[in-house]
């Protein structure tokens, strides 16, 4: 089969690969009619992670099931699915809690997590390919209804940006009448912001520099602040009677840029200390590693940052962090979609075949104007 590889930074291609096939009797294989570039996918393309070289990339997956294992038991063969990008288990001890983005069984010893084509989350190929092995079918895969052939673009969005952008504002702690303040508007940023507005928020605020980003967040029934100059505190500081809003959401994570292009990984974070109100809740859902042999300055090497502890202590603020357990809210959120009251395929700038996704890496890195959000049809 063909799928999208990585070889080495900023290195990728379309190769022939061994195809996906039946592994353990509980596996399905999914031919994947929907494939989505995804933010953290470039952390891995810019060669700032331990991503093994040889990696089929994509872990935001929708599809059609192929072939089922002998003790699959609910899922069945022509099934369309959208698969969370963390894979759990369903059984341990995180699984059973709701935890799925911390699955004991699936992630790799001595931790917790995996995920489709993804650093450090298991041996798991990802689906920018034409077919998908898909573990524990029956716990991961979440089935689509009958008008998946019009919406598949907005339920493809299921597997990871749309639960996580609302995993932000619970993380955040958002109540009806809330103001919120959103750092980053890419494809995150803008679903917390969808969510915000879903949740019953007062006021939504997202901030970035890129203007087809800012444009979006307006879309998206935010207000948009301009960071490009710098000031985003104090203007978030203006629209709150200088309080700072109730709550605060990261989508930016560890590459975070200063307006002058440089990267400052504690900047989201103190800028939220700052922002958000006295005792308000931050939920961050950017990513940040352990470790990043890879930057600039010698802490953020070793995965730290200068965080503006004593002013997040005096103002009694709360912090929540990690990645979304997707099955937590997939099933709803797909429901939202269903009834038309939500419509995450918004932020899609470009659809393409498999073929083009190198060019799209490209393009979706150098943050290009107009390379908003990128879905792929493997499929076409
Ligand atoms: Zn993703
Ligand atoms: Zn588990």
Not at 199 to 220: F, N, T, W, Y
Not at 254 to 269: A, F, K, R, S
Request: with cysteine.
């Amino acid at each position: 089969m063909k799928a999208l590889v990585y070889h080495g930074t900023k290195s990728v291609s379309v190769d022939k690969v061994i195809d996906a096939k039946i592994e353990k009797p509980t596996d399905v294989v999914v031919k994947i009619a929907t494939t989505n570039i995804c933010g953290s996918d470039l952390h891995m393309y810019e060669g700032r992670t331990n991503v093994k070289k040889g990696t089929v990339l994509g872990h935001e997956n929708l599809g059609r099931v192929e072939e089922v294992g002998k003790a699959v038991d609910t899922v069945k063969v022509g099934d369309y699915v959208c698969l969370p990008f963390n894979i759990g288990c369903g059984f341990c001890a995180n699984c059973e809690r709701g935890l799925t983005g911390f699955c004991l069984t699936c992630a790799e010893p001595g931790s917790a997590g995996a995920a489709y084509g993804f650093a450090g989350m298991g041996p798991y190929s990802g689906g920018q390919a034409e077919y998908l092995r898909v573990p524990y079918a029956d716990f991961n895969c979440l089935q689509l209804p009958e008008d998946v052939k019009q919406k598949e673009n907005d339920y493809v969005m299921l597997s990871d940006i749309f639960p996580t952008g609302w995993h932000a504002t619970e993380l955040a702690g958002i109540q009806p009448g809330d103001s919120v303040v959103i750092y980053g508007a890419g494809p995150v940023g803008l679903m917390a912001g969808i969510s915000a507005n879903i949740r019953g928020a007062s006021q939504v605020m997202i901030v970035d520099q890129h203007p087809d980003r800012l444009k979006l967040a307006k879309e998206c029934g935010a207000i948009a602040i301009d960071d490009s100059k710098g000031g985003a505190v104090e203007k978030v500081l203006a629209l709150t009677d200088g309080l700072g809003a109730d709550c605060g959401c990261e989508a930016v994570g560890y590459q975070c840029q200063d307006h002058h292009g440089h990267e400052v990984p504690n900047l989201t974070m103190n800028n939220l200390v700052k922002s958000v109100k006295a005792t308000g809740g931050i939920g961050v859902v950017g990513v940040f590693l352990p470790k990043d042999p890879g930057a600039a300055d010698d802490m953020a090497k070793k995965g730290q940052i200068a965080f503006d502890f004593g002013t997040f202590w005096f103002k009694g603020q709360k912090i929540k962090t990690g990645q979304a357990n997707v099955k937590a809210y997939n099933r709803k959120l797909r429901d939202l979609i269903t009834a038309g009251k939500a419509k995450p395929s918004i932020i899609i700038s470009h659809e393409l075949p498999l073929d083009q996704a190198p060019e799209a890496y490209k393009n979706f890195d150098d943050r290009k104007n107009g390379w908003t959000k990128v879905i792929l049809k493997p499929a076409a």
